[in-house]
Antibody, heavy 116, light 108 residues
């Protein structure tokens, strides 16, 4: 069964940085657009960023542009989200998701809490 | 940015009943790039429908999607106990991708 496993979530102070990782198992992540989607506590889903198969195209929601960077390492079959200048409103569970038939494979999520 | 508005916010139904969920877009969704997801408490979302009407692999045929342009519908023909959850529509294609705010289907 295909699987995505996120890691790297933590409690961080406003203005701090964090790097999330997403490892893919039993499929080749470089064959897919890969995405990050977040969900604030008791709120809905928000798409955050996408990266295409070869890493040449990246897109972001406006609220994270200039602060977050999505990247991929095909040798490690992994995708990353570098988050800088974190704000209170970035507090959320961050999911990694594969684009196939829709977002058809999701990780379990990793919690990022931004608080002083 | 295309805003998706889902209605109703909450749907109270009994097992065996039919559920009809609506997703309205603020602008035309090109190529019917509209997906539907189900999310249960403490779990990641699961895709049900993509391309407005194509069922994802492994999804039971009681789930169906329809619509085009700005109006889309998810129908659950006969609710099973495991179908009580929150449902989200999502527009994809050009950036930014957006989600609706969700419809909760609860047991009456």
């Amino acid at each position: 069964e295909v699987q995505l496993v996120e890691s790297g979530g933590a409690l961080v102070q406003p203005g701090g940085s964090l790097r999330l990782s997403c490892a893919a198992f039993r499929f080749t992540s470089s064959s897919y657009w890969m995405n990050w989607v977040r969900q604030a506590p008791e709120k809905g889903l928000e798409w955050v960023a996408s990266i295409n198969e070869d890493g040449s195209e990246k897109s972001y929601v406006d609220s994270v542009k200039g602060r977050f960077t999505i990247s991929r390492d095909d040798a490690k079959n992994s995708v990353y989200l570098q988050m800088n200048s974190l704000r209170d409103e970035d507090t959320a569970v961050y999911y990694c998701a594969r684009w196939g038939e829709g977002l058809d494979c999701w990780g379990q999520g990793t919690l990022v809490t931004v608080s002083s | 940015e295309i805003v998706l508005t889902q209605s109703p916010g909450t749907l109270s139904l009994s097992p065996g009943e039919r559920a009809t969920l609506s997703c309205r877009a603020s602008q035309t969704v090109s190529n019917s790039y509209l997906a539907w997801y189900q999310q249960k408490p403490g779990q990641a979302p699961r895709v049900l429908i993509y391309g407005a009407s194509s069922r994802a692999t492994g999804i039971p045929d009681r789930f169906s999607g329809s619509g085009s342009g700005t109006d889309f519908t998810l129908t659950i023909s006969r609710l099973e106990p495991e179908d009580f959850a929150v449902y989200y529509c999502q527009r994809y294609g050009s950036s930014p991708w957006t989600f609706g705010q969700g419809t909760k289907v609860e047991i009456k």
